[in-house]
């Protein structure tokens, strides 16, 4: 999913541009309460030449074990999700390398990608401009990239077809005052191709006593628009900083989607930070989403909670620690519960399992 959703537009880790070259590494380890584990080792670097280029890149290995949810079953009188007992084993390799030409208040960057899995290959390109304006107060930045992969299955061997994604960038960053900004941008895309999942399955027991199996069958396109506006206002008597978040999310398939994400920053002196924050997300069910096999069996249909009703919160903590030698150390820890009842409104989907999850990220990086 991450490589299917992701285009690399802005590929390089976030954070605020450098005046120095930098190299870094990353080690994220997540693990879902009784189903999947991922760690992913990344490494990453930027620089730059001749004060008018900037080169970055960065390098990862996903490594996921563990169980999926393959089939949505009614056989006890209630849909639930069945997990596989055949346990999933693979590594995703990807890359991305992104240059910048800086032109006065103006810059111009290319990037490409490369993802390979077992069962999903990808690749990508993008393009970015940015200006600034008012005494460099105001930034506005436009995008575009696309995206050509390839869908298989380990159960199919038959199985290798086409999805391609064009996605669209435009965005404004605007100092507020000397100590507060604020930035939003939309993104927008248009996929067409192969979007069913060939791993999943729905089968369900009528009253009458007949059955019916389906397979997850989805649109042969999907059309997203995500408007992302962050708020950022800095308290020099605190020394903290108040971050606030908030993103809408729409598509063709009937998906509404609200994410705001509240921290605090605070700082000890120039060593020492520490940012809590609290994520709440709720989304509305796919239009084509059921957890039985209504009749007459529809054409397109998915028992896939992913794309059910449901809501989640996620708390978090990252401590971070500067050297005056350039080094920076950085670890996070938080937690991921996704429910029916924290679905705003109280009424997600009924067959939707409780997923709980835990991630660590241990980072380090060093300018020279």
Same mark, same amino acid.
């Given at each position: ?5 992701? #285009?690399?537009?802005? %590929? ?25 584990? %991922? ?18 890149? /960065? ?13 949505? +079953? ?5 849909? %639930?999700?069945?997990? /596989? ?22 810059? #111009?960057?290319?990037? $490409?990608? #490369? +993802? ?5 290959? /990808? *690749? ?19 995008? =575009?990239? *696309? ?20 996605? =669209? ?21 248009? $996929?067409?191709?192969? =979007?069913?999942?060939p791993y999943k399955f729905t089968i369900t027991f009528y009253p009458q006593g007949q059955a019916a199996l389906a397979a997850d069958t989805r649109p042969d396109h999907r059309d997203t628009l995500s408007w992302l506006t962050r708020y950022r206002r800095h308290f020099p008597d605190a020394h903290g900083t108040l971050q606030a978040d908030y993103r809408f999310y729409r598509d063709d398939w009937g998906i509404r989607a609200h994410t705001l994400e509240v921290a605090w920053q605070q700082d000890w002196g120039e060593a020492w930070s520490v940012r809590p924050s609290l994520r709440y997300y709720t989304q509305s069910a ?16 998915? +028992? ?44 997600? /989907? ?12 241990? $980072? ?5």
């Open positions: 999913m991450k490589a299917a959703l992701a #285009l690399p537009i802005l %590929v390089a880790p976030a954070r605020a541009a450098a005046e120095d070259n930098e190299v870094g590494f990353t080690l994220l380890g997540y693990k879902e309460r009784g189903l999947m584990k %991922v760690s992913e080792p990344l490494v990453w670097a930027r620089g730059r030449i001749a004060e008018v280029w900037e080169v970055e890149g /960065s390098a990862a290995v996903d490594i996921v074990t563990g169980a999926s949810p393959r089939l949505v +079953s009614n056989a006890g009188g209630v849909p %639930v999700q069945t997990v /596989s007992g055949a346990s999933i084993n693979d590594r995703r390799k990807t890359g991305d390398v992104k240059v910048t030409r800086r032109l006065g208040d103006f810059s #111009l960057a290319a990037s $490409g990608t #490369l +993802s390979k899995e077992e069962d999903y290959d /990808s *690749k990508a390109f993008g393009f970015e401009g940015t200006a600034d304006f008012n005494e460099r107060n105001t930034t506005l930045i436009a995008g =575009y990239g *696309k995206s050509n992969d390839r869908v298989k299955s380990t159960d199919d061997p038959t199985l290798d077809a086409p999805r391609y994604t064009t996605e =669209y960038l435009a965005g404004v960053t605007q100092l507020l005052t000397p100590a507060s900004l604020v930035q939003s941008t939309v993104r927008w895309s248009k $996929g067409d191709g192969y =979007y069913d999942d796919a239009d084509f989403y059921s957890p039985v096999i209504p009749q007459p069996q529809p054409g397109i249909l998915s +028992s896939d909670q992913r794309l059910g009703a449901f809501g989640g919160l996620s708390p978090a903590l990252r401590v971070t620690r500067r050297f005056d030698n350039g080094l920076v150390i950085e670890g996070t820890l938080g937690y991921v519960q996704n429910a029916r009842n924290l679905h705003w409104g109280g009424n997600g /989907s009924e067959a939707f399992d409780t997923l709980r999850a835990a991630y660590g990220i241990v $980072g380090i990086h060093k300018a020279f």
